[in-house]
């Protein structure tokens, strides 16, 4: 009997590095066919759920039909609308709303995504967060310190609605040059004092 069995079992060549076993014995070829651009070199992306992680092995590139919409620039920024559940389900898991490319290296620099489940009226509150977010971890601030500055400034944005966007938007960024200028307006300032 044991004759019997071995003969049976069919001898399987070394799967090599650079190919994927596609096929499980009486399974449907098509229910376990590996996606074209698996690689075993990069661990599936539905597993990977930090950040940095997912940084190191992955990039935009390497998902096709991410962008939907580029909506325009901000302040020299690019601002895309992406299919946000993709990027949940292949890039990273906890994506949400939106993000900029100071918080996620797989963002290309110089760019802001905005998830495009959500609504036309949370667009430019999600925008402006993201602009404050990503103007103070490029000063060098923590991500932690950035989102929690940005949330209040969002907040700001939100208690000082207007009906319109397009006054919103002006408004912000008004206040924004306005509150730059101070910043360089105050030092010099103090520097013209007269000595006492």
């Given at each position: 009997?044991?004759?019997?069995?071995?003969?049976?079992?069919?001898?399987?060549?070394p799967?090599?590095?650079?190919?994927?076993?596609?096929?499980?014995?009486g399974?449907?070829?098509?229910?376990?066919?590996?996606?074209?651009?698996?690689?075993?070199?990069?661990?599936?992306?539905?597993?990977?759920?930090?950040?940095?992680?997912?940084?190191?092995?992955?990039?935009?590139?390497?998902?096709?039909?991410?962008?939907?919409?580029?909506?325009?620039?901000?302040?020299?920024?690019?601002?895309?609308?992406?299919?946000?559940?993709?990027?949940?389900?292949?890039?990273?898991?906890?994506?949400?709303?939106?993000?900029?490319?100071?918080?996620?290296?797989?963002?290309?620099?110089?760019?802001?995504?905005?998830?495009?489940?959500?609504?036309?009226?949370?667009?430019?509150?999600?925008?402006?967060?993201?602009?404050?977010?990503?103007?103070?971890?490029?000063?060098?601030?923590?991500?932690?310190?950035?989102?929690?500055?940005a949330?209040?400034?969002?907040?700001?944005?939100?208690?000082?609605?207007?009906?319109?966007?397009?006054?919103l938007?002006?408004?912000?960024?008004?206040?924004?040059?306005?509150?730059?200028?101070?910043?360089?307006?105050?030092?010099k300032?103090?520097?013209?004092k007269?000595?006492?």
């Amino acid at each position: 009997n044991n004759n019997q069995q071995n003969s049976e079992v069919k001898e399987e060549k070394p799967v090599p590095k650079t190919e994927i076993k596609t096929e499980i014995k009486g399974a449907p070829k098509e229910a376990v066919k590996a996606p074209e651009n698996f690689s075993l070199n990069k661990p599936p992306l539905a597993l990977v759920r930090d950040s940095q992680k997912v940084e190191k092995a992955y990039s935009h590139s390497d998902l096709e039909g991410i962008y939907r919409l580029k909506i325009g620039k901000r302040r020299g920024l690019d601002i895309w609308i992406v299919d946000g559940a993709k990027v949940r389900k292949e890039l990273y898991i906890d994506f949400v709303l939106g993000g900029n490319d100071q918080r996620y290296k797989f963002i290309p620099d110089g760019e802001i995504w905005i998830d495009n489940s959500i609504s036309v009226e949370e667009l430019e509150f999600t925008i402006i967060h993201e602009i404050f977010e990503r103007e103070l971890m490029k000063q060098g601030m923590t991500y932690t310190k950035a989102h929690e500055l940005a949330a209040q400034e969002e907040l700001k944005a939100r208690i000082n609605k207007t009906d319109s966007i397009d006054d919103l938007r002006a408004r912000w960024y008004k206040l924004q040059e306005s509150s730059k200028e101070q910043e360089i307006i105050k030092p010099k300032a103090e520097e013209q004092k007269p000595a006492v």
